[in-house]
């Protein structure tokens, strides 16, 4: 088999084994090449210098949970300042009664440390306020991080970064869900909410396979949930509106960067006022090969199975309930979901490219 018929065997393989012959084919490189990218536009502030005061929002079952507590208390009483307060999430609060126990000790900055779920929890209760959010990603997508150019895989620089680190301000997103009943939730979203395939997915990954092969867990599910029937949907962008088409998954995305290195959403970008809707409706494998191709090679012919859209609110609307997911968790059945961009009203603390560590690494 020649190189050139390999790249998507190639760059699997290379992702579940970590074969650097494999990886270092020319064609595995291309593609890595075109999904290289920064998903931010805005340039970042200084925090202020001096002495800080720490609150931490931290996810207790993660890995590395009591590693994070370790380090971030070692450089604050390096640093001379008072210890960081701790403040645990649990299996009824994923953290947001926490970060308004931690806003309450007047904190110059809160760091999740925990999942997507840990990390929007906490930025759903700091969004709209002067207070940055740091982030130390202990999850299995770690989707935020990716998408500011955090790597999951640095710890001890991710810990400086939100402790250290400059501020950039991102976008939120607003999820209004409307149940059956007619009841409505709201949820703060930072990467992608969905409603369809993509939902059914995330519900059907199997907990065990993520502890063992992290994001790659998803992929398993997807095969599995791959044949289905398409659903008609209404949606209405920024009031332009109502078109009725089918389709197997509408994704409103804030950015678009997903584990693997992949570019799921070429213009998605998490500061520039807008949103970017992904409506999904391949009809057979034959259709969903085809996605997969346009979103490995971005390649820019355009699909009949998946097309692409720009707006500020986007108001999708269905005959049945169908599963939700705002940021990789599950939020439940709706028959509609509103998501709409809130501009800039998240703080993170992130690190410059060229800051030099302020600390040494532990030994």
């Given at each position: ?15 579940l ?11 595995v ?64 609060d ?13 904190p ?13 929890m ?5 969004a ?32 400086e ?157 269905t ?9 990789g ?35």
């Amino acid at each position: 088999m020649t190189e050139t018929r390999v790249p998507l065997v190639a760059r699997a393989v290379a992702s579940l084994t970590g074969n650097t012959r494999v990886a270092g084919l020319s064609s595995v490189q291309t593609v890595r090449q075109r999904h290289t990218r920064s998903a931010v536009n805005g340039s970042t502030t200084p925090r202020h210098e001096g002495t800080q005061r720490v609150a931490v929002v931290i996810n207790p079952i993660k890995g590395n949970a009591d590693e994070a507590r370790s380090r971030i208390t070692l450089i604050c009483r390096e640093q001379g300042w008072e210890d960081p307060s701790f403040f645990e999430t649990t299996v009824e609060d994923a953290g947001i009664q926490m970060t308004h126990d931690a806003l309450g000790s007047d904190p110059d900055v809160v760091i999740a440390g925990g999942g997507d779920g840990t990390i929007r929890m906490v930025a759903h209760a700091l969004a709209g306020s002067a207070v940055p959010l740091g982030i130390v990603p202990l999850g299995t997508g770690n989707l935020l991080a990716r998408n500011l150019d955090i790597d999951p895989d640095d710890f001890v620089g991710n810990v400086e970064a939100a402790i250290f680190g400059e501020h950039r301000a991102i976008d939120t997103s607003t999820v209004r869900l409307e149940r059956a009943d007619g009841s409505t939730v709201e949820h703060t979203g930072l990467v992608m909410a969905g409603i369809g395939f993509d939902a059914e997915v995330i519900a059907g990954t199997r907990d065990d396979l993520k502890s063992k092969i992290s994001w790659l867990a998803y992929g398993e599910a997807g095969v599995r949930k791959l044949i289905g029937r398409r659903r008609p949907v209404e949606m209405d962008l920024d009031a332009r509106g109502r078109k009725r088409f089918r389709m197997r998954s509408v994704l409103v995305a804030n950015c678009g960067l997903l584990p693997g290195g992949i570019d799921f959403i070429p213009d998605a970008v998490i500061d520039d006022g807008n949103l970017n809707v992904v409506i999904m409706a391949p009809r057979n494998l034959l259709e969903w090969f085809a996605v997969l191709g346009k979103v490995v090679f971005k390649h820019r012919r355009s699909l009949p199975a998946i097309r692409y859209y720009d707006t500020r609110d986007a108001d999708i609307r269905t005959e049945d309930a169908l599963m939700t997911q705002v940021d990789g968790d599950e939020t439940g059945d709706a028959v509609a979901m509103r998501v709409t961009v809130n501009p800039g009203a998240l703080t993170v603390r992130v690190l410059p490219p060229k800051m030099e560590k302020q600390l040494s690494h532990p030994a």
